[in-house]
């Protein structure tokens, strides 16, 4: 059997039908200049949210111009390619393979993915909504029923209109594509946060209120890290907790411990709000006492270190095999300028893994093994082998 094939094509345009004419006619190019037919039979659809209310006219013509083709997808504020990344922008990417059809199956509220289904799911990218109620719930179930709990992808995000795609353009719960066991997947987060103090332990907590940490109150904690004086007033406190993120683990973690890096495992959190009377902070997650905690601040230098370390170790578990597609899912804080330059985040993933086939948006929030992220990438590579 051939090794599958993955083409990307990605277009920005003012007009949504510009944009996508522009994908469809390099994808039909590509089509064109295969040495064999093939059976395209699974697409990717990323879209910004400038186009997010032509989404049903954008799947409805890929469904009329690519009629054998499966679409899956969702919208960010920026879309992303091979070293090229569209931000805040209108624009499409796309990316298209002939996955044997037995090999993946699209799923959603309307096509769900049971335990007793006949179909044997390894992996899923999924997407989602962070309106979606008890949706790190879904998450743990949905990831139960694939044989490796591994779940990759990420939230819309859109100052307009949320939506997925999954052969149509739907909205709330989960929505994706399982891969069977043929489908050979590598996939590896990347921090965006710089630890900016010690690792502490929650000792007192409540619900989404971080009472104490290390028997001591949590502010008191926070302001000796962030080397602000106790009597600080309302604003410069306000000013400087609004910039602080929280890192969070549930388990041990031994990379917590190490100066300056966050573990893969690490939930980056917002902090929400203050009781400088009581002394206790609201945080954007659920606490439990016994996590370690550290208080951190976005790093652009920090975040392109890790993005090349997680990008190289997978290339070095890739080996002798070929990259056959790339999937990339990004903060949309990390978008932009974050990284000093436009597509620099983009470019220094293609300088690691080549210029392969990549698809990829900027989202609202990462989804990687059974958790949600913040402030992170996420970064998947299809794999095949190395003749073909």
Request: with cysteine.
């Amino acid at each position: 059997m051939p090794a599958q094939k993955f083409l990307s094509a990605h277009a920005g345009h003012p007009h949504w039908k510009a944009a996508l004419d522009q994908c469809i006619a390099h994808l039909q190019g590509q089509i064109a200049a295969q040495a064999a037919p093939r059976d395209f039979s699974l697409g990717f659809c990323y879209l910004t949210d400038y186009f997010a209310a032509a989404a049903d006219d954008i799947v409805g013509e890929l469904r009329a111009r690519l009629p054998d083709v499966e679409w899956v997808g969702t919208v960010g504020i920026g879309v992303s390619a091979s070293g090229v990344e569209h931000f805040d922008e209108p624009a499409i990417s796309l990316l298209l393979t002939d996955l044997p059809r037995a090999d993946f199956r699209i799923f959603s509220g309307r096509r769900p993915m049971g335990r007793d289904s006949d179909f044997d799911a390894h992996t899923a990218l999924v997407h989602s909504e962070g309106s979606t109620p008890d949706l790190q719930e879904l998450l743990v179930e949905l990831a139960d029923r694939t044989r490796t709990g591994y779940l990759f992808g990420g939230l819309a995000a859109s100052r307009h209109r949320g939506l997925q795609i999954a052969g149509e353009v739907l909205s709330g719960g989960l929505s994706g594509v399982a891969f069977g066991p043929q489908v050979e997947i590598l996939s590896r987060v990347t921090q965006g946060s710089q630890p900016i103090g010690p690792v502490r332990r929650i000792t007192e907590s409540q619900g989404h209120y971080l009472i104490r940490l290390d028997d001591r109150p949590a502010l008191q904690c926070v302001l000796e890290d962030l080397a602000l004086p106790e009597d600080s007033d309302d604003d410069t406190l306000a000013h400087s907790l609004a910039s602080t993120l929280i890192g969070l683990r549930r388990g041990h973690d031994d990379s917590l411990g190490r100066p300056g890096q966050f573990g893969t495992e690490t939930l980056v959190r917002h902090i929400l709000g203050v009781d400088p009377q009581a002394q206790v902070l609201a945080v954007g997650d659920e606490l439990e006492n016994g996590m370690a905690l550290a208080f951190c601040a976005r790093n652009p230098g920090a975040a392109r270190a890790d993005l090349v370390r997680a990008a190289e170790e997978l290339r070095r578990e890739v080996g002798e095999r070929s990259i056959r597609g790339a999937l990339y899912v990004s903060c949309s804080g990390r978008g932009g300028s974050h990284f000093g330059a436009p597509s620099a985040e983009l470019l220094a993933v293609r300088e690691v893994i080549g210029d392969v086939p990549l698809t990829g948006y900027f989202a609202g929030g990462e989804i990687a093994r059974d958790r949600l992220y913040g402030y992170t990438g996420v970064l998947t590579l299809f794999v095949g082998t190395a003749a073909g």
